[in-house]
């Protein structure tokens, strides 16, 4: 027997074949979330343009404010998006968040420390009641973001905030990598789609397919564009000619079930008769039956992705290895999860010789409570949990214990 694969080692094998696909997309900047930048956004201008206020308040020269208590006529106003006027010494300009500070002022008192007089001829007089310090309260020029920088590199995946950074420098389009194409299908006679069969008439032995409807939507979070094949029948001919069909169109086959070494798994032979295919034994539970392989087709080949068919193992399969795999296709720099430090507030006490990734979610002390079945089969506790604990093989846990702790906003964005 074949030792199991160490799941780093599977995931490095596995991201070796993920070259970045040839094309890409321009898209507006608002239809770019989630998309992945193929080339480097670079600023032509500073941001902010010019020095401007952090506050509402009034712009003077310190040298004319010694002492609290001074009282300054106040010679302009200057909102957001207009310029002032050079400040006059032993004047003050009343000033507005983002406005540009005029030349002359090098500070900006916020109003809470003014008193606006009476107006009398034009803008009236203030009183500061604070000493001001030389560059308080004003944003200098530049300080975000300077001409020429490389702000987002390619490979970015983008996020509300790079949107919000992308319009920041006036890129109302941004060149992304192309959605990967996608097919999936189910194997496996026993699988029923909800709706076909109402659960007082299931036969028995059927079970509803829930894999596909959470694998949809994990490839269409990481940007794919999806076809659904359905439910291939559990016989060689069928598997083939889906398979055949769906290499022809799309860059990546991904299936559920049917890689494992039962009679009735087709799969391996069928993907084997069209091309390549590696079934691995990884070393990590939930999840151990894991394939991967190429069908060709004109101008290339499809890479075929076989994930087991237990409904927990297919969804840590797919969160730790096709997610990876789905991110670099398309150029993105970071596709690891990052993984935090979390206190265990429960006990595992038995070690197993495989990686496990235990159902897991914080309680109201910011601990963490287990799931009280870690069986591959019982997806509510995915659906429970708010991540899982990765925990190393050969390891037990105590209560107390400092563990590695991968969040699924993590594993499902």
């Given at each position: 027997m074949k030792p199991l694969k160490p799941l780093d080692e599977a995931l490095a094998e596995l991201l070796a074949h993920a070259a970045v696909l040839p094309g890409t997309d321009t898209v507006t900047t608002f239809d770019a979330d989630g998309r992945v930048l193929?080339?480097?956004c670079i600023s032509a201008l500073q941001v902010p343009p010019n020095d401007n206020s952090s506050m509402d308040g009034y712009a003077v020269r310190c040298a004319d404010v010694a002492a609290a208590g001074v009282e300054l006529p106040v010679s302009q106003r200057i909102?957001?998006?207009s310029a002032g006027e050079p400040l006059q010494p032993g004047t003050a300009a009343r000033i507005f968040t983002g406005a540009p500070v005029p030349a002359g002022a090098d500070a900006i008192l916020m109003q809470e420390d003014c008193e606006a007089l009476a107006a009398g001829d034009g803008l009236g007089q203030v009183r500061i009641n604070a000493v001001p310090r030389p560059a308080q309260w004003i944003r200098r020029a530049g300080e975000d973001i300077t001409r020429g920088a490389v702000v987002l590199p390619a490979g970015t995946r983008l996020t509300p905030a790079e949107l919000g950074l992308a319009a920041s420098i006036g890129l109302h389009q941004l060149q992304v990598a192309r959605r990967p194409r996608v097919?999936?299908?189910?194997?496996?006679d026993e699988l029923v789609m909800p709706g076909d069969v109402p659960p007082e008439q299931m036969r028995p032995g059927a079970i509803y397919n829930s894999n596909r409807f959470f694998l949809r939507a994990m490839l269409l979070r990481l940007g794919c564009e999806v076809t659904d094949f359905g439910?291939?029948?559990d016989r060689r001919d069928a598997t083939i000619e889906a398979l055949r069909a769906a290499s022809s169109a799309h860059d990546l086959i991904l299936t559920s079930g049917g890689v494992s070494v039962g009679e009735e798994d087709h799969i391996k032979p069928a993907v084997q008769a069209l091309g390549t295919l590696d079934l691995w034994q990884i070393a990590m539970k939930p999840g151990k039956p894991f394939a991967y392989g190429q069908i060709p087709r004109d101008g290339g080949a499809a890479h075929f992705i076989g994930l087991p068919g237990n409904p927990v193992s297919s969804f840590l399969t797919f969160a730790l290895l096709v997610r990876p795999f789905v991110l670099r296709l398309q150029g993105a720099s970071v596709v690891a999860p990052q993984t935090i430090a979390?206190?265990?507030?429960?006990t595992w006490p038995k070690a197993d010789k495989r990686r496990e990734f235990l159902r897991v979610r914080h309680n109201a002390t910011g601990g963490l409570d287990l799931f009280n079945n870690q069986s591959s089969g019982v997806l509510t506790s995915a659906a429970w949990g708010d991540g899982v604990v990765d925990n190393p093989a050969g390891q037990t846990i105590a209560a107390g214990d400092t563990v590695r702790f991968i969040a699924f906003s993590e594993l499902l964005s």
């Open positions: 193929a080339q480097d909102a957001a998006g097919a999936l299908f189910s194997t496996g439910i291939v029948p979390a206190r265990a507030d429960f």
